[in-house]
């Protein structure tokens, strides 16, 4: 494979650009190695600036559910941007998109929108805190809930594989503020409920968390957190950024059938476009200016392109529920090439799957929580990495990620998919 113009590039990028991206992920150092340069996109294929055509499992990381450049999508946002791209103003469309939401997801009278999944989880935690009046936020080792101070605490993927799970720049004082629990760990989320008894405003997690590989929540995780908040007064805050209008129409909430207090979302509901939203009962979103003292606020919040193509996507989705079942039985279908493939390779592997997120650790432990997903061998995740890329995969550039299907792959591509990792396994 050629990177010759890719790396060109990035070392012009790195003159301009602290480490040459403007999110560290894509700076390959959890892989080594330098990035590739994309020059376009459509449905599963990535096209790099070297002319390599690659297939794609990290989506833009989640939201190019359907494939990239799907074409509704596409035609609403060229239609809008004729009509002027910002206003600052009320526009019809952001009731539209507001009202499927409310209709799609369970358990929510009203959203507001914002333009990134860390806006939204950092709007969550502030209206938890004026809601209850408390101070203390309990999350999870190895769930990702955006770059905002009071997550920067074992923060997953990113912030994980840089080796600086406690970025300087947060203080004392922030961090202080939220408790560290083990996922899938009840009994330890009990004795921080008690221990800080009447202080803690809300429980934050991502209901199958994905930013430690894919992780899903033992039997009974998500109804024994709902009973505890309950016992405890304490809010449950599902971060749905990874899961929302992905593992379900209405997200981990509908597919398990728990009712979170707030939810966050990003990615998939702006269809490629930079959009988060929070959302809950009246009871709790009333809180939020201007009808109550909690304050958000954004110039760009609502921006008609962005609701554009978030409103065609969550569209395509209600109108095609099938898609869910589709990815499902895709990623099912990956699955078992996988395991055939790496078996026959003799490599010691555990994979994790749920709905269409997936991802492989290479370890034979049960992958259960950030503790357990850290033992993975990252060597030998870099090597499948490189081989992969090499192959024309492009998989997550950390074994921290989880992988993401599209709708847009073909069986053709899976097995192409499962050939290759056939290859690359035999020489790990
Ligand atoms: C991606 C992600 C975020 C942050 O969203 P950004 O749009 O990158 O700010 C928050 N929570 C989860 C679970 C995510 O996966």
Same mark, same amino acid.
């Given at each position: ?8 590039? *990035? ?117 938890a805190r004026?809601y209850t009046g408390k101070d203390k936020i309990i ?37 202080k503020d939220t408790l560290l629990a083990?996922?899938?760990?009840l009994s330890n989320v009990k004795e921080l409920l008690e221990a800080n008894k009447g202080e803690i405003a809300a429980i ?8 430690? $590989? ?10 024994g957190l709902?009973e505890l908040c309950d016992v405890y007064g304490v809010l449950l ?33 702006? $269809? ?5 939203? *929070? ?8 809180? /939020? ?37 589709? /990815? ?8 078992? $090439? ?70 847009? /792959? ?15 396994? $035999?020489?790990?």
């Open positions: 494979m050629i990177y010759k113009r890719s790396s060109a590039l *990035f070392a012009e990028a790195q003159k301009y650009i602290p480490g040459g991206v403007n999110s560290p992920v894509r700076a390959f150092n959890a892989v080594g190695g330098e990035p590739i340069y994309v020059k376009e996109a459509k449905g599963a294929y990535l096209y790099d600036e070297d002319g390599n055509k690659l297939i794609d499992y990290i989506a833009s990381w989640g939201p190019m559910i359907l494939g990239h450049a799907h074409k509704p999508v596409v035609d609403a946002v060229v239609a809008k941007a004729q009509k002027g791209t910002s206003f600052g103003i009320p526009t019809e469309m952001e009731t539209e998109i507001a009202k499927l939401a409310v209709s799609m997801v369970p358990n929510i009278d009203k959203i507001r929108f914002v333009n990134s999944g860390t806006e939204a989880c950092m709007s969550a935690v502030r209206l004026g999350k999870f080792a190895g769930c990702y809930h955006g770059h905002s101070d009071s997550f920067l605490i074992q923060a997953g993927s990113g912030a994980v594989t840089f080796g600086s799970p406690n970025s300087p720049g947060v203080t004392q004082g922030t961090a083990r996922y899938n760990d934050i997690l991502e209901p199958v968390a994905g930013n430690m $590989g894919c992780i899903i929540p033992e039997s009974g995780f998500l109804e709902r805050i599902f971060d749905e950024v990874m899961t929302g209008f992905r593992l379900a129409r209405g997200g981990a909430q509908e597919l398990f059938n728990i009712k979170a207090d707030i939810v966050c979302f990003g990615k998939v509901i702006g $269809g490629g476009l930079p959009v988060g939203a *929070f959302a809950a009962r009246n009871e709790i979103m009333n809180h /939020l200016a201007p009808l109550g003292p909690v304050y958000q606020a954004g110039t760009l919040s609502g921006n008609p392109l962005a609701m554009a193509a978030g409103l065609t996507m969550l569209s395509e989705l209600n109108d095609h529920p099938e898609v869910f079942k589709s /990815l499902e039985e895709k990623t099912a279908y990956l699955h078992r $090439g996988l395991i055939k493939v790496l078996n026959d390779a003799e490599v010691t592997y555990t994979i994790n799957r749920l709905g269409s997120m997936i991802s492989v650790h290479f370890t034979d432990d049960k992958v259960v929580d950030f503790e357990s997903s850290a033992k993975g061998n990252n060597d030998t995740f870099k090597k499948f990495f490189h081989g992969m890329l090499t192959e024309g995969v492009y998989l997550p550039p950390s074994a921290f990620e989880s992988w993401f299907l599209n709708d847009a /792959l073909s069986y053709d591509d899976l097995d192409f998919t499962i050939n290759a990792v056939a290859k690359v396994a $035999g020489a790990l």
